[in-house]
């Protein structure tokens, strides 16, 4: 089945930096690349997602990037804001089935 | 809309009880999934339905039961809890499997 790979685990960064979590997954097949943010005690919601005939999305702040031959792709956040502190969850949704897989999350932590 | 619905918000229970998690939405969504949530493993899947009639498992679906007799519920039965299935249980639906998934507000589970 599909695997995901989230890094970092942890990532610190102040305010008004750059901040980038990067995933990897294993099945050439997946087609579908949705990002959640999850607030502490909340339940995840979509932030912006992409599918495999896109190299690149933007949400204003938020991107996107995918590299199918590499089978990578990163979630970048610009200008930082104490807000955007939380947990991402990147995911990959195989193309074999209907199944979608989360990476392990990472922790943003935007100091003010 | 109500959105996404989850009973009950927190569960006790002894090792060897059975319950019922219950999960409902109003947006006539297709797909629906269960997930359970443990610190440092991400989301993982346990069932999934693409219409009512139809589920398959996930990537951690023993010790778990669900059918799908109508659009709107996805329940999920737990046959004999055990002190590993201490977790915190999201519902989540979407149009399709590739479409944005949203999450209900979660059932924290504890398992004695």
């Known amino acids: 089945g599909e695997n995901v790979e989230q890094h970092p685990s942890t990532l610190s960064v102040q305010e008004g930096d750059s901040a980038v979590i990067k995933c990897t997954y294993s099945d050439s097949a997946s087609n579908y690349f949705p990002w959640y943010k999850q607030e502490l005690g909340k339940r995840p919601q979509l932030i912006i997602d992409?599918?495999?005939?896109?190299g690149e999305k933007k949400d204003q702040r938020i991107a996107v990037t995918l590299n199918k031959t590499a089978k990578h792709f990163s979630l970048h956040i610009t200008e930082t804001q104490p807000e955007d502190s939380a947990v991402y969850f990147c995911?990959?949704?195989?193309?074999?089935?209907?199944?979608?897989?989360f990476g392990k999350g990472t922790l943003l932590t935007v100091n003010p | 809309n109500a959105g996404v619905t989850q009973t009950p918000k927190f569960q006790v229970l002894k090792t060897g009880q059975s319950m019922t998690l219950q999960c409902a939405q109003d947006?006539?969504?297709?797909?629906m999934s269960w997930y359970r949530q443990d610190p440092g493993m991400g989301l993982r899947l346990i069932h999934y339905?693409?219409?009512?009639?139809?589920?398959d498992q996930g990537e951690v679906p023993n010790g778990y039961n669900v059918s799908r007799s109508t659009t709107e519920d996805f329940p999920l039965r737990l046959l004999s809890a055990a002190p590993s299935q201490t977790s915190v249980y999201f519902c989540?639906?979407?149009?399709?499997?590739?479409?944005?998934?949203?999450f209900g507000p979660g059932t924290r589970l504890l398992v004695l």
């Open positions: 339905s693409v219409g009512a009639g139809i589920t």
């Open positions: 995911a990959a949704r195989s193309g074999s089935n209907y199944k979608l897989t």
């Open positions: 992409i599918r495999s005939n896109v």
């Open positions: 947006m006539n969504h297709e797909y």
């Open positions: 989540a639906s979407s149009y399709t499997d590739w479409e944005t998934q949203y």
